[in-house]
Structure formats: C-alpha cells, structure tokens
C-alpha cells in the first residue's frame, strides 16, 4: 500500500467556506451597506453600477433601497462589516408586468475569491423562484469576468452589446422542495 498524497500546504489551497451565513437585510442595515460600497474603489464601483459612480451617487442608490418590494441579501465578516451584498429588485406591478428580475452584487476586495457572489447569486435564484419570478437579469459590464462567470456557470444566457453584456436566466416554478430550501437557509 503506498502512503497518501500529501495535502499541499494550506497556504496554496484555495479557500473554502462550506457554509455561508446569508442575511436578509432591511432598512436598519442602511448604515453598512452604504460604508460597504463607499469601500468599494473606483474600478469596483464601476464594475457593480456600470459607471464610476460617485459618493452622493452611491448615497442615493442606498436611500433608495425599497426593502418592502426587493430584497437584499448581505454576508458580514468577523468585524460584523458587510462583506459582500446583493440586491434582488422585482417589478413593480403598476409599472412593469414582466414576471422577471434584477439581480447585482458587489464583494469587498478582503472578501473576493470565496465565492460569495455565487452563494449570494444562488440565494437570490431561490428568493426569486419562489415568488414566482421565471426570468432573472443581470446587467453587467463585459469586462465583469467575475459576474459574468457566476451567471454563465448557472446557465444563463449571455448576450454581449459593445462595452455591456446582459445574462439571463431562465429559472424552473418553485416548488416544495425550493420552499422547504429557502426555509432551512433562512
């Protein structure tokens, strides 16, 4: 019998979180998620809102935050800092009566490279499944490699127009089974 391999050294591992603690966050979370994306550097706010968007932009986008009709999503860090957010906006019905939605997503730099975006992407396919949701979108520059993997690796279409690209993903009718999941994350 020949000795095992040989683990590589745990610095040369990828890192690895077998299980993320995804939070709903509401209107008293203003505070952090707001210090989470003026974290963000220029080319990182540029890559989550398709433009450099400036602080008072950035303000805006958080006072705007509709918790009763979105959702919103975060992954805080052992300082209780968000890591990591996604907002989840649905239609308005008395504008829009598409059965789709918007998803985007930002990772602090400390954060990236463990996969919070695709857990934070999974949880929202679930949310939006079942609220009945059977198209989700995602707006994304061409140059958002990291956005743009998450949403082709779940199956999504990616069409590319000059500088932007739009993903979408067609996603199954909830089911008990996705209800029960959603409960258990919750």
């Known amino acids: ?5 040989p683990l590589p050294p745990v610095s040369d591992r990828p890192p690895r ?6 939070r709903s966050l509401a209107p008293r979370h203003r505070g952090r998620i707001l210090a989470h994306l003026l974290a963000l ?3 990182d706010r540029y890559l989550r809102f398709g433009y450099p968007a400036s602080d008072e ?3 805006r986008y958080v006072d705007a935050l509709d918790f009763e009709h979105d959702e919103v999503f975060g992954v805080f860090n ?10 989840l906006a649905y239609p308005r019905s008395d504008i829009d009566t598409t059965n789709a939605a918007e998803f985007g997503v930002s990772v602090s730099a400390r954060a990236r490279g463990k996969g919070l975006g695709a857990r934070l992407f999974d949880r929202a396919v679930l949310h939006a499944r079942n609220r009945g949701v059977d198209t ?11 956005m743009l993997r998450i949403a082709r690796q779940a199956g ?3 069409e590319r127009s000059g500088s932007e690209s739009e993903a979408h993903l067609r996603l199954p009718p909830e089911t008990l089974a996705s209800q029960v999941e959603a409960l258990v994350e919750d």
């Open 78 to 87: 052992r300082r209780l800092e968000l890591a990591a957010m996604a907002h």
């Open 156 to 158: 999504a279409v990616v």
């Open 17 to 22: 979180l077998s299980w993320v603690p995804i």
């Open 136 to 146: 989700l979108y995602i707006h994304a520059l061409s140059e958002n490699k990291a």
């Open 57 to 59: 932009q950035v303000r």
């Open 41 to 43: 550097v220029e080319q």
């Open 1 to 5: 019998m020949s000795p095992p391999t």
